[in-house]
């Protein structure tokens, strides 16, 4: 627009004006145009630069490639149209926006819509500017995410497995000598304080150890039949559960394929879910392992206490429990289940449950099966 004037301003350029050159000018200025017409080119391009038109319009440019690239390259690219009766010749189409024949109704039609696409491309030339902006600032932010990520897991990592580690060993002292005083002041208040004490820090740890080995996961083939007997063997060590090993039901289907998985994390998965069933049944509980489709599906089911439908959901959540009471008549500290999702997730699965309150719960998961 020239001079700000929101009519569309045009530049007419033309050496040795045709015959239709009137009816054109005449066309664009009745249809709203603001033409001005240039018949020498020597001061052309400070004019140009000064008035800054939506288009110029050059007529017959025989010989004014030269011109054509000057205009491109000193001035803020405005369209640039040829009228020309003689499509023959070096017109120079390439640096040209379009070129079209001196029929003024079509002209109009032509650079009315010119001029809105170029409008439009700006726009979007301008969108995609601050688009790629963000992009980057995106990018940047995401490198930046990603390196604190990788070392708030390495930091929470070295934490659990020290925790661990530095643990056990005086709390074993710890329990071993609170046993022994115990058994000394038989029916001692303090000393059972002490004993309770240390065996609720004995979960603690144990769950700390149990986060620990979900955190380093090794996907590779794993036999299921393995994995559940590791769950087994380890529940056995737990003072808890030394009588429990003959009301855990393995029922494994025949020719089970190995899955993809960790064998260590999967086990502590099994013996976390293994530990619940045993603590909220008094019945035998069942571990199965069938086959289903690319995958094969582990269900650890028990014929207990239950979990009412509104808590399915919450009893996955870190120290949450559906009865806090329970605490003291169960035992364990609600991040058993938190631990298996965990773990699962690593897997890429999910654990799903099924459960009546007063019937019993079932919790299974599928782990992609391998065909060695
Ligand atoms: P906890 O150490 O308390 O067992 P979990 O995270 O393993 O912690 O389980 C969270 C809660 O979910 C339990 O306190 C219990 O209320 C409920 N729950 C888990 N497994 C069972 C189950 N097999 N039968 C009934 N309730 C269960």
Request: aromatic share 6%; with cysteine; net charge negative.
């Amino acid at each position: 627009m020239l001079n700000g004037n929101s009519k569309t301003a045009i530049t007419l350029l033309t050496i040795e004006p045709p015959s239709w050159t009137d009816e054109l000018l005449n066309y664009l200025k009745d249809h709203g145009y603001l033409v001005t017409m240039m018949t020498a080119m020597d001061d052309e391009l400070k004019f140009l630069k000064e008035q800054s038109p939506d288009a110029i319009i050059i007529v017959n440019p025989a010989g004014s490639q030269h011109f054509f690239q000057r205009i491109r390259a000193q001035t803020s690219h405005p369209l640039l149209v040829l009228i020309t009766d003689n499509f023959t010749g070096d017109l120079p189409y390439e640096t040209a926006d379009a070129v079209l024949p001196p029929r003024p109704h079509y002209v109009d039609c032509q650079l009315q819509m010119l001029l809105h696409l170029r409008a439009a491309n700006e726009d979007l030339q301008k969108q995609n500017l601050t688009l790629n902006d963000e992009v980057k600032k995106l990018k940047e932010e995401l490198i930046q995410r990603k390196r604190t990520n990788n070392e708030v897991e390495l930091l929470k990592n070295a934490i659990v497995h020290n925790i661990s580690h530095e643990l056990k060993t005086p709390l074993l002292q710890v329990k071993a000598a609170v046993s022994l005083i115990a058994e000394d002041l038989k029916d001692n208040q303090l000393s059972q304080l002490a004993v309770n004490a240390t065996a609720r820090l004995e979960i603690l740890v144990k769950n700390v150890t149990l986060l620990g080995s979900s955190l380093d996961i090794n996907l590779g083939p794993v036999i299921t039949r393995d994995a559940i007997e590791y769950a087994r063997r380890n529940l056995g060590r737990v003072w808890e559960h030394r009588e429990d090993g003959t009301r855990i039901k393995v029922h494994l289907e025949d020719h089970l394929p190995p899955v993809l998985a960790d064998k260590q994390a999967i086990s502590t998965a099994l013996q976390l879910l293994m530990d619940n069933a045993l603590k909220f049944s008094k019945k035998d509980i069942e571990v199965r392992a069938v086959v289903n489709g690319d995958h094969v599906k582990i269900s650890v089911r028990d014929f207990g206490i239950g979990i009412a439908k509104d808590q399915l959901d919450a009893i996955f959540e870190m120290f949450y429990q559906v009865d806090s009471s329970s605490t003291r008549r169960y035992g364990g500290m609600g991040v058993g289940l938190a631990i298996v999702r965990i773990i699962l997730e690593r897997h890429n699965t999910e654990i799903n449950v099924e459960s009546r309150v007063d019937e019993g719960s079932t919790f299974s998961f599928m782990l992609k099966r391998i065909d060695i």
